[in-house]
């Protein structure tokens, strides 16, 4: 009787590896290339204005400052590593731990308040050795992905009434409350944001709507007996932006300037008055779109705009096109979560909107930050490689 033919240590091998060859060749093809160029056009783009924003540094006694951009590649590196492997892992993989990984983020939350080191009154960073990282930015694509797995797994079907709703709002309260403790208000409008914006890919009945629009409204006032006072001067300074140029508006005001120095095509490379002459702070963590305005004028502010604005459409068009729920949820998320931080900073710095703490996705400086964005953006591609098939078939094997 002849048995079956078993191969050898030496064919298994080859055939692991061709197996592994064709994954690498199909994930290769299956390369959302699109999203990845545009990303890292932003990031180039972000990189270069971060060497012309820090060079007024140079030669000065805060010249440390001036190699922030050296670091702003290391990190981005990282977040290109660290998202290879998370675009790697079956998102479905991620969506069973969903909610392992947000109680992680919950915990680094609550760590702040016992570890983190205080900076300019606020209480966000956790130091391990040399390093420090912000749990409250790890804390977004975490939502997202609890958001996604309970919406993935919510039987009630729709329109949604407001009992359908205490769960994702419960999810989103607990994390929004800890930040904005911190204190860290941008943040924890931000998670308020992501998920107003994940629920309106849903039908909610009509009357849940107005509802939860009167208590916004008598939210407001409540809330501002609650704000800190340069909370209520920043937003005071946003209805008048004449009061205080010297002391609330300076950053807007000098920010508008150097927007408005920029005309149609910029003051070119490194020659911006507003930023060379030193008119604009912190021009290279939230203010990093005044000087690249003003050297690029209304032609490179509108490029860098439209990158941003290819970036959320097509994450649209991901997560139309996701296999199931969770997908689309987590794409709709991630791609609220760049178009919610481009948004509020360029209209912060415009003087549309209030001065928040709020990076510019990509732009900004800050390891925090940037492996955020990074994870999104690995997460959009990790759907996006998946919507086939055979494909995430041939990634199981």
């Not at 990303?39 to 924003?53: E, K, P, W």
């Not at 820090?54 to 000065?60: D, E, I």
């Not at 998370?86 to 939350?109: F, K, N, P, Q």
């Amino acid at each position: 009787m002849i048995g079956p033919v078993l191969p050898t240590k030496a064919g298994a091998f080859r055939d692991f590896g061709a197996r592994n060859a064709h994954f690498a060749v199909r994930a290769s093809q299956r390369i959302d290339w699109p999203l990845f160029i545009a990303a890292a056009t932003i990031a180039v783009m972000g990189v270069v204005n971060l060497y012309s924003a820090t060079s007024v540094y140079f030669g000065t006694t805060r010249g440390g400052l001036a190699e922030i951009y050296i670091n702003q590649v290391y990190w981005l590196a990282i977040g290109v590593a660290v998202g290879a492997g998370v675009a790697s892992i079956d998102y479905r993989h991620i969506e069973r731990y969903a909610y392992v990984i947000y109680t992680a983020g919950i915990i680094a939350l609550a760590l702040v308040f016992v570890l983190a080191r205080d900076v300019r009154g606020a209480s966000r960073w956790i130091n391990i050795g040399s390093f420090s990282f912000q749990p409250s930015e790890f804390m977004k694509p975490c939502l997202i992905v609890a958001l996604g797995k309970y919406l993935h797994d919510d039987p009630n079907s729709e329109p949604r009434t407001l009992r359908d709703l205490w769960g994702p709002a419960l999810l989103t309260a607990i994390p929004a409350l800890l930040v904005a403790k911190q204190p860290d208000l941008g943040t924890a409008v931000m998670m308020c944001l992501l998920f107003a914006s994940i629920m309106a890919i849903t039908r909610i009945n009509r009357k849940t709507l107005l509802g939860c629009a009167l208590a916004a409204g008598i939210g407001g006032p409540i809330l501002w007996n609650f704000a800190l006072p340069y909370q209520r001067a920043r937003l005071t300074t946003f209805l008048n932006p004449a009061a205080d140029i010297t002391g609330t508006g300076y950053h807007a005001y000098h920010a508008r300037i150097a927007i408005g120095n920029g005309g149609l095509f910029g003051n070119g490379y490194m020659k911006g008055m507003q930023n060379q002459y030193r008119f604009l702070p912190d021009q290279y963590t939230d203010f990093p779109f005044p000087v690249f305005a003003e050297e690029w004028g209304f032609v490179g502010a509108t490029v860098l705009i439209l990158l941003y604005g290819f970036i959320v459409l097509w994450a649209i068009r991901i997560a139309s096109q996701a296999r199931d729920r969770f997908g689309a949820v987590v794409s709709v998320g991630c791609g609220a979560l760049i178009f919610w931080h481009a948004f509020i900073n360029i209209g912060m710095v415009s003087g549309m909107l209030p001065v928040v703490g709020m990076p510019l996705p990509l732009f900004s400086y800050g390891g925090s930050s940037v492996l955020t964005i990074t994870l999104s953006l690995a997460l959009l591609m990790n759907v996006s490689m998946r919507r086939y098939a055979g494909f995430s078939a041939l990634a199981r094997r």
